[in-house]
């Protein structure tokens, strides 16, 4: 088996990628339904009725992501720290992987609700800076390459 280094097998790139962005989208939708996606039933407003199933669908895409980042953490940051190429990129990345995970931890288990809406807001912001500093940290590989 060919060890993972700072380039990563199409296998890995396509399970971290769908895994990713199938989180991604089910947490935003997730979040926007249940903030402004209230309808009217039969006793009044309810919550809309795609929260559960969306709720599963993104879990079961950061348990995707999450074995991505666990490849991530083991194989491509030991390498990449050594060759001291986009550290301050790849630190914010790795930074918003960890955020993610310890307040996903959170917002499963707090039992306060002052907390877990502090808890929601920095595990939203965390997942939408995700996404810009994977494309940051590419990009500018990318750049050193040329």
């Not at 971290?16 to 339904?33: A, Y």
């Not at 877990?116 to 939408?128: E, K």
Request: charged letters at 15%; glycine letters at 12%; one cysteine or more.
């Amino acid at each position: 088996m060919k060890r993972i280094g700072l380039r990563f097998p199409k296998w890995a790139r396509l399970a971290f990628s769908i895994g990713f962005l199938v989180s991604l989208t089910t947490g935003i939708l997730w979040f926007c339904l249940g903030r402004w996606g209230d309808i009217e039933g039969e006793f009044g407003p309810e919550k809309h009725p795609w929260l559960g199933v969306l709720a599963k669908l993104h879990g079961a895409g950061a348990f995707f992501a999450l074995i991505a980042f666990g490849m991530i953490w083991a194989a491509h940051v030991p390498v990449g720290w050594r060759t001291q190429l986009n550290r301050k990129s790849g630190f914010f990345t790795i930074a918003c992987g960890w955020l993610l995970i310890i307040t996903a931890y959170g917002l499963y288990y707090c039992g306060s609700d002052d907390w877990r809406s502090r808890i929601v807001w920095v595990h939203l912001t965390a997942g939408l800076l995700l996404p810009v500093s994977i494309v940051l940290h590419v990009r500018q590989r990318l750049r050193q390459r040329r």
